[in-house]
């Protein structure tokens, strides 16, 4: 534990220096402003920076970047929802619910503070299990193994499926494009060319930072503009200010803020799910099983702190199995760890004992993002809520311009831009037909990871499929997934069951 | 009715079976010669495909027999809201207009850009697409949208050539002349 604390220390010395801490306050009012604005999410926020982080000769200043904006982006949405019930960010719409209520009630000085204090005490923990479990679990995934690997993987992309949004066979047909997506290229072990078509735009394979651009940038920008880019109107709330919860206040949710913050945790941890899953689930709990859960709704702390807690500590959650192997858990870390590779760093357990100054500064950082998220947020509200007065149009043509810019500085190839225009349909088609994005891209992203594993593990196994179920830790893991897999379909048989028996004994009373 | 209803929901996925039986055929043809027991470059992505060709063809035999029943194939995000909220309404669930002629103009505009992107370089083709963009997306203040689209077009151009240095295309011609022209007078490299 000294070791660790030494390291993080070191950490913090890092941040401070002038460079880093300004990066990591632009990467703030970055992650804020994409938050607020309803056209931006915060994947795309982040994809559009990144082309901003080429610039920097080391890594650390661009992952701090990253990080400070991905942190300040399950914050900053809190200030729109709360004030004018607009969810800048899909995070943000369970806050809403009680949040808006309790402004409505005359009260959105104190709504305002209990996200605050939901969004730093629920990072800090966050920020806390992330620094205590990340050697731990980098010195276990030292001893994984390829089929280990790929049972990390498949329960990442099983988990994409079963906790996203709308259809599930919709999600897998999602997933399953962007696996096949990754697989366009020339095949490093045997050569051949596949699925190129004799293009040799495609002969590189398509890199998934263009699906990410293409996809979540461009297709968000083609389905706002189906909708003429209609900005709701804003209503007048007079002074906007922030009044920090008492002590006593506090204590009276300390169960929904622990039960939040711990779920937040555990949901930013699988690979796949990121804030706006933990925000909804925590909700959701906190519904069912809280200890005012029939006032949920009425605008009660509770309501604000469940939702805002997860979705803050799921930065900590997904920032462990990115920095310890590799494998990112949400869209945002997804992007992230394009950074890292871009700068010629491949994360993993490794990294703890290369650059264990890396690893600490990026973990401080998240420390220090927290703080002056907050600060930002509690000083320059109306500042900030004032970028909702911009044209919607405007933006949007500024967005497609970073889009463009990001898949020209990763490659300096002018038909990479095909890539990503081409993306940018396929991404509002999804949108327009109801298919998930987030699994595709997820599939592009690990289907590389996820092949060589699986080839890797045939190899070394005599194609026996059967090491992925014996071996005890990869055998756990799919298991995991298997059930997370039939889970939703079970429920929605027994759903079929009892609405049948309901429309039965209805037809006999009648 | 209902059959039409299927039929309706199926067209996407029995089109993706399709384009995903003649990929497969396609992987069928690839030549490789994989040493004794090892598994060639075609098993990946055949097992994603079979996959693929399985699902769909799951969604689409589903449409058919049990397309009445809606809402069973429901994602977990929308279960906790159904279980937190009951259905009820809130600022999410607003009716928006669609405008599919917009995307069609927009996209062909996306289009456009690439095309004339080496003929016109960077600068040029940045301010047009912009002012066409912020156009076509109902704004009409036509002062605004030229002040934006300039400023944003020679922001961009000098942060990404002058401090990101990415390598942006200067155009062909007068255009080549105008861009480098720009990057004396910013003091560019």
Known sequence: ??????????????????VNLVVLVVGLVLGLLVAVLPGLTLVMGVVLVLPFTYAFQEVTPAIIMLTAMYVSGTYGGAFTAILFRIPGEPIDVPLLWDGYAMAQRGEPAKALGWTLFAALSGGLLAAVVMVTLAQPVARLALTFSAPEYFAIIFFGLTSVVCLGGGSQTNALISLFIGLLISTVGVDSTYGIERFTFGLPILEDGIEYLAVMVGAYGLGEVLTRLEQGFQSPALQNVGPVKTRLPRLAEIAEVKATFLRSSVLGILIGIVPGAGATIASFVSYGVEAQYGKRRQDMGKGIPEGIVAPQAAATSSVGGAMIPLITMGIPGSGATAIILGAFLLHGMQPGPQVFLNSPHIVYAIFASVFVSLFGMCLI?????????????????????????????????????????WVIVGFGILGFAFEKYRFPIAPM???????????????????????????????????????????????????AWREQLRERRRGRSATSIS | MRFALAARNSALHILIIAAAMYLYYLVGTWDFAAPGGRLGPDVWPKAILFLLIGTCAFAVVRNFVFARRGGADAGTLEEIMRLTRGGAEDATDTQTRSMPHLVAIGAGLLVAYVLVLETLGFLVSTILLMAAFMYVGRWRNVPGIVVTSLVGGLAFFYVFRGIVYVSLPLGRGPFETLSLLLTQLLHMR
């Open chain 1, 1 to 18: 534990m000294g070791d660790v604390l030494s390291h993080l220390a070191v950490g913090f010395i890092a941040v401070f220096h002038p």
């Open chain 1, 441 to 491: 891209v997820l599939g592009a992203i690990l289907g590389p990871l996820a092949e060589s594993n699986f080839m890797t593990t045939m190899i070394s196994y005599q194609n026996d499929w059967t090491t992925f179920f014996t071996r005890p830790i990869s055998g756990g893991i799919l298991l995991l997934a298997v059930i997370a897999l039939a889970y939703p379909m079970v429920r």
């Open chain 1, 377 to 417: 947020g509690y000083f320059s509200i109306k500042l900030l809520v004032k970028v909702l007065d911009f044209k919607e149009a405007a933006v949007a043509a500024f967005v497609v311009m970073f889009c463009f810019i990001g898949a020209l500085a990763s490659r300096n190839n002018v038909n990479d831009l």
